[in-house]
Structures are given as structure tokens and as C-alpha cells.
């Protein structure tokens, strides 16, 4: 499956454009040398957070052999959409490159941010603001993995950090003064440590608007690092992988389907080598160079997901 995109009676549209224009960044200049190297932990690689904000207190997704469960006693619930996918990126980036528990969220957070397209802007509205809900959500979960297949393993009732201290300015000029510091918890901490998966991240800046288009490269890319063997990926279990929201009828797993082949299409104009082909039954994957190489000491590669 190709992305392909006919614009011959009209102009193309910007998100396009500026996913073609990433393309040819990554394609000039590798990850490394560009310095946009991200990092993502395997267990979160393999499932995804809520897409939308939901009423429930318990978010279960399984992928084969494997199931992530997610649960809060939070008031403000569970974390959903972009923001939170971005800060784990964050995090389990900085992590792999300074292996540290404790992580500063000052002036690393802000570049990070700025490089994302997001600003150090406060009030109801602004991404400090939003970005203090989706912290206070995520590391508020509890979170379950379970694989039960070969090299099987277990994350039993982890939080992803101990303790948030969050600074508050007192003033709307000082947003991008953050004197805040996260401790992870030594289960997350060594997930990120090692267990962990290289992406480029100009490629999740292309694919911020959309939580399901960022899950699916990150995905995709996982899968790639390891694949041997062409595979079919049927429909109903990439709904329960993917589909966040849709109902598991007829008329959902159509609805999933068409959401789901709209932003992939999306993904592969970043990422073009991943082999891939819509079938009746399921999406069929071939073999294909990861989006970012890399070598691994850790047994991701026996895991059958």
C-alpha cells in the first residue's frame, strides 16, 4: 500500500504538504545527525492510550498475547488525545539518553515543546495548562502489561512516577520558568531503560494532530524491527488494538477501518519503506526496514505482537 494522493484539481492540503516536506527532512538527514532521535518504551509501543476523553476509570487494550490495562481513582480521569502520547515521548527520551529517574521539567520540557509546536503559554486555554492535565492524568495511572507468549514478562499495578512536583507562576510571564521535576518509578524507569525503541521525532511533530496517527507509526515501527515473515493483521484485532471509541458491530469496525486506512495513509508519506496492504480481511505487513535503525541487545525481537 502506497500513499497515494490525486490533488490535480485542487491544491493539496496543508497537513499534506507539510508531512511531504518532513519526509524529505528525514530523507536528506538522518535522525542522529539531525538530533531528533526519540525514544519509546516497548509496552507503550505495542498499545496505545485512550483517544478521546472517556467517563470510565479502566482502559484495557490487547494486542495478541498481550494487554495493557490502565486505571485511575482520579477525579480528572484517564489521560486521552496527543498531549499525553507527547510527554511519554518526552520522557521515555529522556530517559534512554541520561538514565536518570528524576527528570527536570524546565528548560528540556520547554525546547522539547517548542520543537513540537506547542508554546509556554498559561491561562484555561494554553498548552502549560493543558499540558498540567494530561501530566496529572498520566502519572496519576496505574498501568498493567502482561505478555504471555514466548519470553514472557509482566508489569503488575505499576505507576509511571513516584512523586510530580509541578511549580506554578505566579505571574503569565514566567510560564516558561519551570522550576518542576518528575520521579519515575523504578519499574517504569527501568522499561525505559531497557526495553526501549528509536523514532525520528520530526515525524511525530508531522503526525501531532492526530493521537491515532502517532500510534500507528510508533507501532508500525515497532513491528518493523522485528518482522521476518509477511503477516495479516485482522481487522477486529486492530480495532482492539486501535479503535478507541468505535463500537465492535459491523458498522464500528467499518467506521474504525475507514479512520484508521485515512491516517495511515498519512503516516506512510513519512514513512514509506513500511511495506503494508489493505486486504478484506485485515492489513497485511511485509518485511521493512524500521523508520530509524537500530541495534538491539534486548529480546524485542522474539516477541510475537
Known amino acids: 500500500m502506497s500513499a497515494v494522493f490525486d490533488y490535480r484539481n485542487g491544491e493539496i492540503p496543508e497537513r499534506v504538504r507539510e508531512l511531504i516536506e518532513t519526509h524529505l527532512a528525514i530523507e ?33 487494550r490487547r494486542n495478541g498475547d498481550f494487554t495493557l490495562t490502565m486505571m485511575t481513582a482520579h477525579p480528572l480521569g484517564l489521560p486521552f488525545g496527543t498531549l499525553p502520547r507527547l510527554l511519554l515521548t518526552w520522557v521515555c527520551t529522556e530517559v534512554a539518553q541520561r538514565r536518570e529517574r528524576v527528570l527536570s521539567l524546565g528548560n528540556n520540557l520547554a525546547s522539547y515543546l517548542a520543537e513540537l509546536g506547542l508554546h509556554n503559554t498559561g491561562g484555561k486555554r494554553g498548552d ?17 502489561c502482561h505478555y504471555e507468549g514466548k519470553d514472557s514478562f509482566v508489569l503488575q499495578n505499576v505507576l509511571l512516577a513516584d512523586k510530580v512536583d509541578w511549580w506554578t507562576p505566579q505571574n503569565p510571564e514566567d510560564a516558561g520558568q519551570w522550576q518542576s521535576s518528575l520521579m519515575l518509578s523504578e519499574p517504569f524507569f527501568k522499561e525505559c531503560i531497557d526495553h526501549v525503541l528509536p523514532f525520528d521525532m520530526r515525524a511525530v511533530r508531522g503526525l501531532r494532530q492526530s493521537p491515532l496517527a502517532l500510534d500507528i507509526y510508533v507501532w508500525l515501527t515497532y513491528r518493523m524491527s522485528y518482522l ?27 467506521d474504525f477501518k475507514r479512520a484508521f486506512l485515512r491516517e495511515l495513509k498519512n503516516v506512510l508519506i513519512i514513512y514509506p519503506q513500511a511495506k503494508v496492504l489493505d486486504s478484506v480481511i485485515g492489513l497485511v505487513l511485509f518485511p ?3 523508520h530509524v535503525a537500530f541495534k538491539s541487545k534486548s529480546p524485542q525481537n522474539s516477541f510475537g505482537f
Request: glycine share 8%.
Open 28 to 60: 536528506a538527514q538522518d535522525a542522529k545527525s539531525a538530533g531528533t532521535l526519540g525514544f519509546m518504551t516497548r509496552s507503550l509501543a505495542i498499545a496505545t492510550l485512550p483517544h478521546r476523553k472517556s467517563g470510565d476509570f479502566r482502559f484495557v
Open 128 to 144: 502549560i495548562t493543558r499540558l498540567k492535565h494530561a501530566m496529572t492524568t498520566l502519572f496519576s495511572s496505574v498501568i498493567s
Open 228 to 254: 521476518s515473515k509477511r503477516t495479516t493483521i485482522p481487522w477486529v484485532a486492530l480495532a482492539g488494538q486501535f479503535g478507541s471509541g468505535y463500537a465492535m458491530t459491523e458498522q464500528g469496525l467499518r
Open 288 to 290: 521493512s526496514p524500521p
